[in-house]
């Protein structure tokens, strides 16, 4: 497998309930970045990993929203007490330091109902 | 803060025909890059152009093409010879340099409908 993965690819919930996602990024890429996407809406940057560190987040990323990144390898992504309004697609992608950019690659997402 | 504008939600275009889809931007900065970013319905995002900011040749990659205008800010993306399998949405998207990390601001989205 080449790609990026995401498993689950479909999530339900129940309000209140806690779920978390895993993101597995291409092998050799040390960048890892979490996004949401809403209906009819472009990804919206949550937070993004360099190897095992967390170098950035949003202020989308409430205080029940946590990633991590052990060993800098696969992430996961935990929403606690979840809400309607977190219904969303959420996004992995990977990517290796070229130049002075980087391409992303994106997995196929997450899609998150909370009922 | 940057910001990215789609100003076209849909478009359609007939098989073989061109199609041009826009995108302006928002920014204070002199170097960053712009990506145009495909998703095929139900399935993962792939990346079609990247553009520097700091190259004044526009980009290239098959039958896709941009349309950089650093001035005015506007990015557009044009697709020749439209083929069924080019529906999708398309996104714009801005990378500020460096320094203000690494994380992408997309647009909208465009939905691009190829008929035949």
């Known amino acids: 497998d080449t790609g990026v993965s995401q498993n689950p690819r479909h999530k339900i919930t129940k309000r209140g309930q806690n779920v978390t996602f895993r993101c597995d990024p291409i092998s050799e890429h040390n960048r890892l970045y979490w996004y949401r996407q809403t209906l009819g809406q472009g990804p919206e940057f949550l937070t993004y990993f360099q190897n095992e560190a967390q170098l950035e987040k949003s202020r989308l990323l409430s205080d029940r929203f946590s990633a991590e990144r052990p060993k800098g390898s696969f992430s996961t992504l935990e929403i606690q007490r979840t809400e309607q309004g977190d219904s969303a697609m959420y996004l992995c992608?990977?990517?290796?330091?070229?130049?002075?950019?980087?391409?992303?690659?994106f997995g196929p997402g997450t899609r998150l109902t909370v009922l | 803060a940057q910001t990215v504008t789609q100003s076209q939600p849909e478009m359609s275009v007939q098989e073989a025909e061109t199609v041009t889809l826009s995108c302006t931007y928002d920014t204070s900065e002199n170097n960053y890059y712009l990506f145009w970013y495909k998703q095929p319905p139900s399935r993962q995002m792939i990346l079609v152009i990247r553009q520097e900011a700091y190259k004044q040749q526009n980009a290239t990659e098959n039958r896709f093409s941009v349309n950089f205008q650093k001035a005015a800010k506007s990015f557009s993306l044009k697709i020749s010879d439209s083929q069924l399998g080019d529906t999708a949405m398309y996104f714009c998207?801005?990378?500020?340099?460096?320094?203000?990390?690494?994380?992408?601001?997309f647009g909208p989205g465009t939905r691009l409908s190829v008929l035949p």
């Open positions: 992608a990977s990517s290796i330091r070229l130049a002075l950019y980087n391409e992303q690659f």
């Open positions: 998207a801005f990378m500020p340099p460096p320094n203000y990390g690494q994380n992408f601001v």
